[in-house]
């Protein structure tokens, strides 16, 4: 007995036959394409065209046996090309398999969906439609260290792989603008700001061996460099010339 139907679940893929998806009023999703690695270690590529469920109960026991009949392309270059340095496969759905074998057992079958070229006017790209693997649902491709180190630096052979990187971050301190003091009061000497007025206070401080934050003067030194001098009224005549 033979069962027919339109659509079939597998391996964690949903088949449409091509039937099935012609029939289809605004579809969102292409589930026709079919892959299979052959005997002969070639690729096959195609589209489902039925799916029958053989049922064998001749005997006291029942065999059940699900196989797919697809149309597939050429394996050869006239039909499929590609190119390993980047991944990429390519297929001629205009070609067709000569042999006779165009039957699969279900649990061989991997989906995949192919994409045209918008660019149809280069000889090397009409006709021709990208192939995309289509991954399981719920199941993602588990990444490998091969990810990272399968590019040979000479040819170039690999898949490429960029890693996004972290490059940190960084921030400003803020700036107490009072710590400036006023445009008027104050001088530029070098990478500080110098205000005479405390590097006397401080001339002061290192002769009397005073703290500065004992002072009475509210206002603290902040920096003072050793090549500005002071240049006060009230300095001491032989403190002068020190340079701090």
């Not at 079919?34 to 109960?57: P, Q």
């Not at 070098?190 to 003067?217: A, W």
Request: proline letters at 5%; charged letters at 25%; one cysteine or more.
């Amino acid at each position: 007995m033979v069962t027919q139907y339109e659509k079939y679940d597998v391996n964690g893929f949903r088949f449409h036959t091509e039937t099935h998806q012609n029939g289809r009023a605004n579809p969102k999703t292409v589930n026709t394409g079919v892959f299979t690695r052959g005997a002969d270690d070639l690729n096959y590529y195609g589209r489902l065209e039925n799916v029958y469920e053989l049922n064998f109960n001749k005997t006291n026991i029942q065999l059940n046996l699900v196989v797919f009949k697809c149309h597939w392309f050429d394996p050869s270059p006239v039909g499929t090309r590609i190119t390993k340095s980047i991944g990429l496969v390519e297929v001629r759905p205009s070609t067709t398999y000569r042999g006779a074998d165009v039957f699969i057992v279900a649990h061989q079958a991997k989906q995949v969906y192919y994409l045209p070229y918008p660019c149809q006017t280069k000889a090397n790209l009409r006709g021709w439609e990208v192939v995309f693997q289509v991954s399981p649902h719920g199941n993602l491709p588990i990444p490998s260290e091969d990810d990272y180190t399968n590019i040979d630096p000479v040819t170039y052979e690999g898949i490429f792989y960029q890693e996004q990187e972290d490059f940190g971050d960084f921030g400003l301190e803020p700036v107490d603008l009072e710590d400036l003091g006023n445009e008027n009061d104050v001088d530029t000497r070098g990478e500080h700001v110098v205000d005479d007025k405390l590097v006397n206070m401080l001339n002061k401080f290192r002769e009397e061996n005073v703290d500065p934050e004992s002072s009475e003067d509210d206002e603290a030194p902040i920096y003072y460099t050793r090549d500005s001098d002071s240049g006060g009224e009230n300095e001491d005549a032989n403190e002068s010339d020190d340079e701090w």
